[in-house]
């Protein structure tokens, strides 16, 4: 079974930095595009970021872009959230999710369980 | 770029038929036929339900169907049980390389 576990969020003061991890089992990782996306408390999806299977092209919402960085280590089966300058209005449940060989196409399945970001001093 | 526009909220019974709309631009829902569906059940993760706008992955029932036609998309669901009580969201492929999603839509089984 497919499965995908965020970790690395928790607390962080305004102007701080995080680094988010998704760990991938049982699937080719490299084969597939990756997705983040966020949830703020009581609100709807925002899609972040998205990375080619190779690492070699990514892919930024203007909300972020500039301040978070997508990355992947393929040899890890891992995938990563740089946040830096981090505002309360990232305070968010953050979701890793596989997407197809394109990340535009065949959807996000499955996603990964979630891991909230909080942005407070 | 704008959340593309679904109802904020609808309602049917058990074995009735409802329809959520996704409303977009010629930029996004009616310029590629990568639009998705997802059903979020309360604090569990999304679930995808439809992709490519009309495609069903394997293991999701086929009272789900989704549609398209020129900017709006649609999401049906027949047969209502009142396990599909749950958020759904709307996604789509954007001519600027990004995805969006749709605000979200509570449906009620009554």
């Known amino acids: 079974e497919v499965q995908l576990l965020e970790s690395g969020g928790g607390l962080v003061q305004p102007g701080g930095s995080l680094r988010l991890s998704c760990a991938a089992s049982a699937f080719t990782f490299s084969n597939y595009a990756m997705t983040w996306v966020r949830q703020a408390p009581g609100k709807g999806l925002e899609w972040l970021s998205a990375i080619s299977g190779s690492g070699g092209a990514t892919y930024y919402a203007d909300s972020v872009k500039g301040r978070f960085t997508i990355s992947r280590d393929n040899s890890k089966n891992t995938l990563f959230l740089q946040m830096h300058s981090l505002r309360a209005e990232d305070t968010a449940v953050y979701y890793c999710?596989?997407?197809?060989?394109?990340?535009?196409?065949?959807?996000?399945?499955?996603w990964g369980q979630g891991t909230l970001v909080t942005v407070s001093s | 770029q704008s959340a593309l526009t679904q109802p904020a909220s609808v309602s049917g019974s058990p074995g009735q038929s409802i329809t959520i709309s996704c409303t977009g631009t010629s930029s996004d829902v009616g310029g590629f036929n990568y639009v998705s569906w997802y059903q979020q059940h309360p604090g569990k993760a999304p679930k995808l339900m439809i992709y490519d706008v009309s495609n069903r992955p394997s293991g999701v029932s086929n009272r789900f169907s989704g549609s398209k036609s020129g900017n709006t998309a649609s999401l049906t669901i027949s047969g209502l049980q009142a396990e599909d009580e749950a958020d759904y969201y709307c996604?789509?492929?954007?001519?600027?390389?990004?995805?969006?999603f749709g605000g979200g839509t509570k449906l009620t089984v009554l």
């Open positions: 999710a596989k997407s197809g060989v394109w990340f535009g196409e065949s959807g996000f399945d499955p």
């Open positions: 996604s789509s492929y954007t001519s600027s390389s990004t995805l969006l």
